[in-house]
Every structure is written in structure tokens, then in C-alpha cells.
């Protein structure tokens, strides 16, 4: 393409060079990335989206009628059809998320490949057809330690009842545990986050992958969890921007039924506006999650150039060359 400049991977880049490149990945690659995240995983992705709208919208008027039909809103909440419909929106968008970041991280394989940007629909989902198993896989074996770990944390706690006697010492001593297995959850939670693209660069089995995620994350983990925080919020912040007209109308609908003296249902249109805010609201954030799952792509690059030099060979061919001015050691 016009201006095209290739984006390597393997270079050695501080937080705010790993942010920018980032950003200038997702410009540089905006058409053929989102065109075929929307083509591969958009059918789960728009079914998802109905699905929490509808589920939204529902809760949504269940929290407007509370006040004058608790008892309906209890039998709602309580209902089969309420839950099912909630495993079946989970289901789906478990199912769009993991396509979803399959793409993508198939996409950088392809780019680095092909040193190009004009990468087709039927080029990536070809890689993404043979990963699909291993990605599933990969989010399956999460579930099930955590199921694990859920299951620690009850009979940790159901042990300290019992040998205690309960009492407010026991309240304190399980709270504290429940706050420093918090922080473990939310210090692995980071540790592991390179798992899915380790899984696809470098072929490896899932309990391999992990280990090599906290090999590649030790010593910067502050490193990555700022990278992830900062472009998770961007990502989160954007998506909201559909929602701001729809927070706009109910704030308005519910000043008018307090003025009312009455709290009524949601009229049929109101319903219509929620399920269609939701929809494009969750469309926004599935598309945008292409921007933290690209930075960790860049910070696994970043670890592995930092502790193995990778892409030394790389610069050895590039002698002779004008090269770039040495890039400093990461400091955050």
C-alpha cells in the first residue's frame, strides 16, 4: 500500500514506544485486521450482541418495575428462561471472544510473514481454522483451574469455620485470606495474559505456554499490567461513547416517572433503544479489543528481544544498512 512501512516485531521498546506502536499497528492494518475480525467472527459476535441486548434490556426494566412489582421482578430472576438465556449469551460470547482473538493473533503471524498489510479474509481464516481447537482448548483449561481455585478457596475457608468455632476472629482471619488470594488471582491473571500468543508464535503446549508467559513476565510485570491497564481503558472508554445517548434517555424517562408519582414500564420503544444501545455497544468493544490484545502481542516481542535477543540475528543481516537509533531499555 501507499507509505507502507513494516512494523518488526522483535525490537526492544520502553512503554511509551510499545503504546505507539500499537496505535500505529492498528492505523496501519485498519481495514484488513477489522474486515476480518467482522467476516470470521462476526456471526457469533452478532448473535452475542442480540442476545445481551435483549438480556439488558430485560434486566433494565425488571430494575424500573422493582419498586412496583418486586415480587414479579423475584420470579423473573428466579425463572429458567431468564438463566438459560444467560448461559446462551455467555456461551456466545465466549465463542466470539476466542475467534475474535484468534484473528487477530493469526493476522500478526500473517503480517510478519508476508511483510504487508494486504492480507485477505480467506488467508486468516485459513490459520485460524487449524488453531481454533488449541484456543478453545487453551480457555477451557483456564475455566477449570479456576473452578480449581474456587474450589481451594471454599474448603480453605469452610476449615477455618470449623477449626475456629466462628466468631468475628474467624470473619477477619477469612478475609484476609480472601484479600491475599485476590492478589495472587490478580498477580497470575497478568503473568499468564502472553499465554494466547505464545500458544500461536511458538507452538507450544498449554502448561508450556504458561510457564514461559511467567518466564517472559517476570521481572516486568508492573511493565505489562500498565500496558494492559492503559489499553484496556482506551478500549473501554471508546465503547461507551454508543451508550452516552442511551444513559441520556433513561436518565430523562426516569426524572419523568418520579415526576409521575408512579415508576412505569419502559414503553415498547424504550425496550427497542435499550436492546439496540447494548448491541452496538458490545459490537464497539468486540472490534476494539483488537487494541490491548495487539499490545500484549508487542510486549511478548518487547521480553523476548529483552531476555533472549531474537532479533539479533535480524540486525546482524541489516548491517550495511541505515538503521535505527538504538532504542533504549525498558524502564517501566
Request: with cysteine; aromatic share 16%.
Amino acid at each position: 500500500m501507499e507509505n507502507f512501512q513494516f512494523i518488526e516485531y522483535h525490537r526492544k521498546r520502553d512503554f511509551s514506544k510499545k503504546v505507539n506502536a500499537t496505535f500505529e499497528y492498528i492505523k496501519q492494518n485498519f481495514k484488513s485486521l477489522f474486515k476480518s475480525i467482522l467476516f470470521i467472527a462476526g456471526p457469533p459476535m452478532l448473535i452475542g450482541s442480540l442476545l445481551i441486548g435483549s438480556f439488558m434490556g430485560d434486566f433494565m426494566n425488571m430494575f424500573q418495575q422493582m419498586a412496583t412489582d418486586p415480587v414479579a421482578m423475584q420470579e423473573k430472576m428466579t425463572s429458567m428462561s431468564f438463566w438459560g438465556q444467560f448461559v446462551l449469551m455467555m456461551i456466545c460470547i465466549t465463542v466470539a471472544l476466542v475467534i475474535s482473538l484468534s484473528t487477530i493473533n493469526n493476522y500478526l503471524l500473517l503480517y510478519e510473514e508476508k511483510k504487508s498489510n494486504v492480507i485477505e479474509v480467506s488467508e486468516v481464516w485459513e490459520r485460524v481454522r487449524g488453531t481454533l481447537l488449541m484456543y478453545f482448548g487453551t480457555v477451557l483449561m483456564f475455566l477449570l483451574l479456576l473452578i480449581v481455585f474456587y474450589l481451594i478457596i471454599v474448603v480453605v475457608v469452610v476449615g477455618l469455620v470449623a477449626a475456629s468455632g466462628g466468631g468475628a476472629g474467624t470473619a477477619a482471619l477469612s478475609g484476609l485470606l480472601f484479600f491475599v488470594l485476590f492478589l495472587g488471582f490478580f498477580y497470575v491473571t497478568v503473568a499468564i495474559s502472553l499465554t494466547f500468543i505464545i500458544r500461536t508464535y511458538e507452538k507450544k503446549g498449554f502448561f508450556a505456554a504458561v510457564g514461559r508467559s511467567f518466564k517472559l513476565v517476570y521481572g516486568k510485570w508492573w511493565s505489562t499490567f500498565g500496558l494492559i491497564f492503559i489499553l484496556y481503558m482506551v478500549m473501554m472508554i471508546i465503547s461507551y461513547i454508543p451508550m452516552i445517548p442511551f444513559y441520556v434517555v433513561f436518565f430523562i424517562n426516569s426524572l419523568h416517572s418520579i415526576n409521575s408519582q408512579s415508576i412505569q414500564a419502559p414503553s415498547a420503544s424504550m425496550q427497542v433503544w435499550t436492546t439496540l444501545s447494548f448491541v452496538l455497544y458490545y459490537l464497539c468493544q468486540m472490534l476494539l479489543s483488537a487494541l490491548p490484545n495487539v499490545g500484549i502481542a508487542f510486549q511478548y516481542f518487547n521480553l523476548v528481544e529483552l531476555k533472549e535477543s531474537r532479533g539479533l540475528m535480524a540486525d546482524i543481516e541489516t548491517l550495511g544498512k541505515p538503521v535505527e537509533a538504538e532504542r533504549p531499555e525498558e524502564t517501566f
